[in-house]
């Protein structure tokens, strides 16, 4: 385990850590999904509206292009033609992109190291039920050593008995 890993006792995960757990889950993952790319859209409408408003004629056309933008899919119908826009284009792209990448890689990261402790849990469990079955082998082994020698005690002290 690393330094910076949140299993470790005395160490705090960070907010990126502390937030991709939070996304992991099953519903978070679509409803954060969701509102970050609508919230990313609504900026990113609002913004190219105002920088670039001959060929975004409302705030609603920029969120639609926006949308297509940040979610990749850039259907072309409407193209920032500014300079401005098309810096503003190419930040929505640029975030876009690296949002689903590093959710993917979060989420990824996230279901591998919950794989991993599962694994370790049904690995330690299982040992503990080796060892147990072990112990218990041990026991009847043992109880079985001491029944032999009870009986060869007995034995012995027939035959002793009976010898002059």
Same mark, same amino acid.
């Given at each position: 385990?690393?330094?910076?890993?949140?299993?470790?006792?005395?160490?705090?995960?960070?907010?990126?850590?502390?937030?991709?757990?939070?996304?992991?889950?099953?519903?978070?993952?679509?409803?954060?999904?969701?509102?970050?790319?609508?919230?990313?859209?609504?900026?990113?409408?609002?913004?190219?509206?105002?920088?670039?408003? @001959?060929?975004?004629?409302?705030?609603?056309?920029?969120?639609?292009?926006?949308?297509?933008?940040?979610?990749?899919?850039?259907?072309?119908?409407?193209?920032?033609?500014? @300079?401005?826009?098309?810096?503003?284009?190419?930040?929505?792209?640029?975030?876009?992109?690296?949002?689903?990448?590093?959710?993917?890689?979060?989420?990824?990261?996230?279901?591998?190291?919950?794989?991993?402790?599962?694994?370790?849990?049904?690995?330690?469990?299982?040992?503990?039920?080796?060892?147990?079955?072990?112990?218990?082998?041990?026991?009847?082994?043992?109880?079985?050593?001491?029944?032999?020698?009870?009986?060869?005690? @007995?034995?012995?002290?027939?035959?002793?008995?009976?010898?002059?």
């Amino acid at each position: 385990m690393t330094e910076r890993d949140p299993r470790r006792r005395n160490v705090r995960p960070s907010l990126v850590e502390r937030r991709v757990e939070r996304i992991t889950r099953a519903r978070s993952v679509t409803v954060g999904l969701a509102l970050t790319f609508v919230a990313m859209a609504v900026v990113g409408g609002v913004v190219i509206r105002f920088t670039d408003p @001959h060929n975004f004629s409302s705030v609603g056309l920029g969120i639609w292009w926006a949308l297509q933008t940040v979610t990749t899919v850039g259907y072309g119908d409407v193209v920032p033609t500014t @300079h401005a826009g098309r810096v503003v284009g190419g930040v929505e792209m640029v975030v876009g992109v690296a949002f689903i990448a590093f959710v993917t890689a979060g989420v990824t990261s996230a279901v591998i190291q919950r794989g991993e402790a599962e694994a370790q849990e049904a690995d330690r469990i299982r040992d503990e039920q080796n060892t147990q079955r072990i112990i218990d082998s041990l026991t009847q082994t043992g109880e079985a050593l001491t029944e032999v020698n009870t009986r060869l005690d @007995h034995i012995e002290a027939k035959i002793g008995a009976s010898t002059p």
